[in-house]
């Protein structure tokens, strides 16, 4: 299994970006996929998840309202579309698979970071 995560960067506080995820290797049905993201000095953290058979989603309280997470099943993809992003985003984003929404040892596979940088 494979994971290709991409759509990270440099973005000044309050724009948008999107991340997206790309699976390869398998189906999710019964699965879930989402993000973790650390930033420098601090612990690896879960920011989202869906579950792939229902769409339920799942955020960290510290980005519900600002980012949205998304699935396309067709592209066996998920996406995380990040609005009025904050400094305190600045972080490593990685893609995970699994039931990650009950945190990182349940995550089965993890993809590559993608930076992530909001300057203020």
């Known amino acids: 299994v494979q994971l290709q995560a991409s759509g990270g960067g440099l973005v000044q506080a309050g724009g948008s970006l999107r991340l997206s995820c790309a699976a390869s290797?398998?189906?999710?049905?019964?699965?879930?996929m989402g993000w973790f993201r650390q930033a420098p000095g601090k612990e690896r953290e879960f920011v989202a998840a869906i579950v792939w058979s229902d769409s339920t989603t799942y955020y960290a309280d510290s980005v519900k309202g600002r980012f949205t997470i998304s699935r396309d099943n067709a592209k066996n993809t998920v996406y995380l579309q990040m609005n009025s992003l904050l400094p305190e985003d600045t972080a490593v984003y990685y893609c995970?698979?699994?039931?990650?929404?009950?945190?990182?040892?349940?995550?089965?596979?993890w993809g590559k970071g993608t930076q992530v940088t909001v300057s203020s």
């Open positions: 995970a698979a699994g039931a990650i929404w009950y945190g990182s040892r349940f995550v089965d596979y």
């Open positions: 290797g398998r189906t999710f049905s019964n699965y879930g």
